[in-house]
């Protein structure tokens, strides 16, 4: 069973930046994809941005590119999120994913092809 533990959430004021951070126990393949997702009140949780653990390839939603960047430490099996320029409507729960034998713009579009997920971290962005 993989876990997976996000850190880094925090409230933070339009403009700012964060960095989150997705701590996986340990991973039995390097087939994996790791994404993040998020979800806001009274919304459906969507795909922000996924990366290959083997590869480094990596998708991002329309609504974050050029904001936000996603990176991998296999070292360390952990996946980062680099958010800046961050705005109101980025608040959201922000939860890790992995998922095995799906490509990572496949995973980021349909959550239901996610295997494993952490717990969430909450992001506020308001004055």
């Known amino acids: 069973q993989l876990q997976l533990v996000e850190s880094g959430g925090d409230l933070v004021q339009p403009g700012g930046s964060l960095r989150l951070s997705c701590a996986a126990s340990?991973?039995?393949?390097?087939?994996?994809?790791i994404g993040w997702f998020r979800q806001a009140p009274g919304k459906e949780r969507e795909g922000v941005s996924c990366?290959?653990?083997?590869?480094?390839?990596?998708y991002y939603t329309d609504s974050v590119s050029g904001r936000f960047t996603i990176s991998r430490d296999n070292a360390k099996n952990t996946v980062y999120l680099q958010m800046n320029s961050l705005k109101p409507e980025d608040t959201a729960i922000y939860y890790c994913?992995?998922?095995?034998?799906?490509?990572?713009?496949?995973?980021?579009?349909?959550?239901?092809?996610?295997?494993?997920w952490g717990q969430g971290t909450q992001v506020t962005v308001s004055s």
């Open positions: 994913a992995a998922t095995l034998g799906a490509t990572v713009q496949s995973m980021c579009r349909m959550t239901s092809l996610v295997h494993y």
């Open positions: 340990t991973y039995t393949s390097d087939a994996y994809s």
């Open positions: 990366i290959s653990r083997s590869t480094g390839g990596y």
